[in-house]
């Protein structure tokens, strides 16, 4: 028997005041009350517990949204994409308009049976991320296994920068050789600037550390020392370190296995191409705070090329020439300027006057002209120019093998990594 089947009989049954029963029950008076007042009111339904829920849900989410929740979930899922309950909210925000919170996404799917509760995994708050703090300061790279339709085995080559998770380069091969490695890296650099340094793990492709000391560098070592990149490897048996490249590697296989199976790798290929896209520029990072890997990776920085000299009767003009020797003094008197005011005044305006003259005047030779003498002892003008691509990073850059190599640094340098520009002549 209830609680309140008994208040309502020792009433209406024993007798008892309303006073007497709350006292034996040690219940309030106005609860005695009102159970005597539903009794008389719905009869025997009195005895029957009642519903605590509410009359009314003023947040409740509608019942055409709760069914677009869970159709993007089964969407994502066909499609080989994530589709946790942030990623349908960004969906939500950026396809439809609507602004939902994830705890409410996380209810719909969990009455709907989507998803599987875990309350004994560890909350992705207690990670530490390892980050690089600009883009272009670390890429990574890494290969991984995946096959064909008629079960032949390749190879897939990634490269990503740290900082931004943006996917640089993802192509097929059978399979990834130390040349492939040098060629997908070279053609990144002609796109996205140099790096300042790469994270690998320790496959031959990458390093022979572990070869027993024999053959020394691979090409890729070589290629990455002339340049003056910094190569930076993991400890063995521990991915954790280049596990940026391969979550991707895990994300890219799901969305693979969602896809028609390839039938060649030019087929392979044309898929990794969609889903570089897909990842780079439609897909929410969840490390990035909801927002694309292409949002965070800035456009990189391409100089202006030299346009090429055109034959026939505008070859003279413009085919850079030397200059002139009349026009050296002209150029010097800048410098001149900032020298003490000679005494004579006359050779001074007569100075000005032949440097603002539109007839050449004579070629000065270097041992008698007061203008070239101090540029000759001053030593500020005996350095070097700095170069304008120097980035601001603790590390050696060797110009000189660089530009031996046949690559040209300051194409498609990031502008985060000029430090300063070279001063005008």
Known sequence: MSKARAIILSVTVEGLSQAETARRYQVSKGWVSKLIDRHRTHGEEAFQPRSRRPHSSPTRVADVLAELIVNLRIQLVA???????ETIRWHLEQHHD??????????????????????????????????????????QSDFTHWRLADGTDTEILTWLDDHS???LSVTAHQPVTGTTVVATFDEILATHGVPASVLTDNALVYTTRFAGGRGGRNHLETH??????????????????????ERFQQTMKLWLRAQPAAQHVDDLNQHLTTWTRIYN?????????????ATAYPKPHRRAQPQEPTTGSDTTASTPTAPSPSAEPARCTTSASAAPTPDNPSSSSSTTSTSASSTPPPAISSATSPLTQPAATNPKTQRETPEPWVRAFPMSRDITRAERVGFEPTEGVNPHFLSREAPSA
């Open 79 to 85: 499609d080989g994409l994530d589709a946790g309950p």
């Open 224 to 245: 990455l020392a002339d340049l003056g990149i910094h190569q930076k490897h993991s400890a063995p048996n521990h991915p954790t370190t280049c596990g940026k490249v």
């Open 98 to 139: 609507v602004t939902v919170s994830t705890s409410t996404i996380r209810r719909r799917l969990l009455n709907a049976g989507l998803i599987t509760p875990e309350p004994k995994k560890r909350p992705r708050s207690s990670y530490i991320r390892f980050t690089a703090d600009l883009p272009n300061e670390c890429w």
């Open 165 to 167: 998770r943006y996917a």
């Open 281 to 293: 520029h439609e897909r929410p990072h969840r490390s990035l705070d909801r927002t694309t890997p």
